[in-house]
């Protein structure tokens, strides 16, 4: 029996080496970002700065502590920066300022031209492109709403950022160096799953190969990280305003108190959490994919399903619609494709299994793969069974019929009979299953039938027909309702 290749449990988890960042990423678009911060303090206040976090992260999530519990520090201020160097701050800086702008003549000839900064239209915190207004210069006593050329600005002051910063004044009872650990909370992240099931050109056995993708937009590259992802539908309440170019923050006491629960383990049994094998280097602004789960021979039978009664979701019907005689007599003729997968050891696989979308191929005769279908898979324990709906059968039809219905004048009870036809046109043979809600209540009694019946839930009941190459089959019952 061959069973897959995949990801570490979280108990499974290598040290995180020192100096080496580590990375949790959830499913919906944040992170809890673990780092180390080297200080070096001395007796009194320090004032220390960190320009290793990213664009979004969520100030009063940080936690900035000693790992081993020995050095005695308090945070008394902390505060974020996040309006990195850029034109636009520049043209800010320089408001109500004349500078120089260089400006090409049609033959790249340069020359300088002076303009006053009456109005940057740079809006801190916006998104790229979002927010901004039009500059304003005034050249030679007349406005510009625009440029008139690149801006040369004076050099940078001392407080000027390359990159967003966290800075923090410690108190420290006595001077002692040493690594502090680091975390938060960002967004910026997201991880997705994708699967492709590759089987052969006829039979069930396939071939199982999933796939993470990871998305980086928060800002910041982090190099040689230990990559966790977390799995599960977890409870994340969403900021109500953007927190780019916030200033400020909680002391280190109470910073501390908010984030325990992020990184706590008592919760990771209610989810499930991977590792990749191997640290991984994730850019700003950067996808990148890893193959996490590889299973080989699984049986993922094709199965036929006519649901011939297009009455939509019948349950939950007030007793008028379910008693009207003309109810749930509409018919379609589409027999779904649907994909069966035992996530078990015995089906060389029994892993919990992240949501995410399905595609299935089909390989020919020369070995060439051909898409067949698709679907979303949702977060899937081991040993459960998979479900999903690929498209509709192109040789495989059917029809349903309403042919008698009788009702008291009561209203108590009523009888309705149903001819249902199924075709199969393919080469081999097929079985359809056809399934049929009893819509109109829960108290009911099949009175007549042509065929045995299985009953999946109180109001659906499902005949299994097998039909060979271009046979046609016909399904008969008779359905005795009461009401009360």
């Known amino acids: 029996m061959t069973f897959p290749r995949f990801l570490a449990l979280a108990g499974l988890l290598p040290a995180v ?107 801190p915190g916006a998104s790229r492109g979002q927010g901004d207004q039009t500059p304003i210069i005034e050249v030679n006593g007349q406005l510009r709403f625009s440029l008139p050329g690149e801006p040369v600005f004076p050099a940078l002051a001392d407080d000027a950022i390359l990159k967003p910063t966290l800075g ?41 190969v999933g796939w993470v993708t990871i998305n980086n937009q928060s800002g910041m590259s982090f190099a040689n990280a230990t990559v966790k992802l977390m799995a599960g539908d977890v409870n994340k309440i969403q900021p109500v305003a953007p927190r780019l170019g916030a200033r400020g923050g909680a002391g280190g006491a109470m910073a501390m108190a908010a984030m325990a629960p992020v990184v706590t383990e008592k919760t990771f049994d209610e989810y499930h959490l991977y590792t990749l094998a191997r640290p991984a280097t994730l ?71 992240p949501k995410g979308r399905v595609r299935f191929y089909r390989s020919d005769e020369e070995q060439r793969l051909e898409f067949v279908g698709e679907n979303n898979l949702d977060h899937t324990p081991k040993d459960e069974t998979i479900r999903l709906y690929v498209g509709d059968s192109f040789d495989l039809v059917g029809e349903r019929a309403r042919t008698d219905f009788t009702a008291s004048a009561r209203g108590d009870f009523a009888d309705e009979t149903f001819e249902i036809k199924v075709r199969n046109h393919k080469l081999e043979p097929a079985e359809i299953r056809v399934v049929e809600h009893l819509y109109r209540g829960t108290n009911w009694a099949i009175t007549e039938k042509s065929d045995p019946f299985l009953k999946n839930d109180a109001q659906t009941i499902e005949f299994r027909v097998s039909l060979k190459p271009d046979e046609e089959k016909t399904v008969t019952y008779k359905v005795h309702y009461t009401w009360e």
């Open 283 to 353: 850019r700003d602004r950067e996808t990148v994919q890893v193959e996490f789960v590889r299973a080989e021979g699984i049986t993922a039978p094709a199965l036929y399903i006519y649901d011939g009664a297009a009455v939509g979701d019948y349950r939950g019907l007030n007793p008028g619609t379910a008693r009207s005689p003309n109810y749930g007599t509409q018919s379609n003729k589409k027999v779904w494709v649907m994909r069966e997968i035992h996530n078990t050891k015995e089906n060389h696989l029994g892993l919990p299994l």
């Open 168 to 208: 923090w004044d410690i108190e420290s009872e006595s001077a002692v160096k040493f690594n502090a650990d680091l975390s938060y909370v960002t967004g910026g992240f997201s991880w997705q799953a994708a699967y492709n099931l590759v089987a052969a050109e006829k039979g069930d056995k396939a071939d199982l």
């Open 17 to 123: 080496l020192a100096g080496q960042p580590s990375l949790t990423i959830y499913n919906a678009n944040f992170a809890v970002v673990r780092d180390r911060v080297p200080l070096d303090l001395k007796a009194g206040v320090n004032t220390v700065a960190f320009s290793g976090v990213t664009a979004q992260m969520e100030t009063d999530s940080v936690v900035l502590r000693d790992p081993a519990g020995q050095v005695p520090f308090r945070i008394l201020d902390q505060n974020y920066r996040a309006d990195t160097i850029s034109q636009g701050l520049l043209l800010q800086f320089n408001e109500g300022k004349t500078i120089t702008f260089l400006v090409h003549d049609q033959n790249q000839k340069e020359f300088p031209v002076q303009g006053r900064i009456i109005r940057s239209g740079y809006t």
